[in-house]
């Protein structure tokens, strides 16, 4: 039949797998690199309070005008840049693969690497090309640059730390992508907060570089906020692909407020960086675990049978990250996001004692 989706439907869409979440209803949920505070009471009852007073009959301001302007003072953003605010991250990526999807056009990222670059890539009708890292998951400079003259891509997506494997590229590595490639290189900065390290001075250095950022690892997951940074020229541009009022009246006044306290939010990242640290350590003691570096608000590290042990955890109430099988540099590989104190014990505690016996699955 004619009318079927297959005959209808883009063939590489039919292909395509979506991006799945799993369901943690009644677990400790450990998988999608959440802050796992909750905000003060009081700043809850403000924000209660927000929305009860909320014109939510109305349009939101399709500018968020008041919301950028507490975004460039908290967060520094250099006065000549300009900000541009999407519904989660996902949002803004999209606009820029559509924005440059000429035909033929290349979107290029790093193998193993965030997936929405490359399910986006795809859906928007770009060549998707990912460079294998190295072994340690760092940077292969050459290979990437072999890339670049090879392909000429039209954007370039490097997430800084990166996911899933935590860790922060080289300055000087990124610095030379930025150089050679002929169209833009977008910076994904989603952990900054536990990273310590950013790329939001080199804006003003190199004129095709543009900054990513969200609010959701810092605690905002929920309201679904992110940004993209750079010179007005290119802004300009992706704002004409910008659906009207994408980011609502409550995500809006809620950030606005949260804002306004965001040493909260840095003290949270704080605790989330020492409890990052006590929880590689304990992992380092598991005989059988190769725990990696991480400068994100999660942690990776390889096992034995690692598809076995995550579902043994699941059967024990505790929901992380299985990559083994997704790349060949993360056979066995399994991450798990920091959660509370209790949360981190608890997990390290079912893991070891999974590790000390026999595993008895269904």
Known sequence: MSNLPESIIRPEIVALSAYHVPPAEGMIKLDAMENPYALPLILREEISQLAEDARINRYPDPSAAPLKTILKETLSIPAEMSVMLGNGSDEIIQIIALATAKPGAVLMGVDPGFAMFRIIATFCGMNYVGVPLSADFSLDLEAM????????????????????????????????????????????????????ASFIEKLM???????MRTLSKLGLAGLRLGMLVGRAEWLTQFEKLRLPYNVGILTQLIVERVLQHYDILLEQAASIKAERAILRARLATMGEVEVFPSDANFVLFRLNEASRVFQELQRHGILI?????THPLLTNCLRVTVGTPDENTQFCKTLRRILEKPLQLA
């Open 205 to 211: 250095e190199y004129p095709n570089l543009l900054l």
């Open 145 to 196: 640059l072999a890339a670049i003259d090879q392909h000429q891509p039209a954007v370039i997506f490097l997430a800084y730390p990166n996911n899933p494997s935590g860790n922060l590229f080289d300055t000087e590595a990124i610095c030379r992508i930025i150089e050679a490639t002929p169209g833009i290189v977008v910076v994904d900065e989603a952990y900054h907060a536990f990273a310590d």
């Open 321 to 325: 990250k299985n990559l083994d099988g």
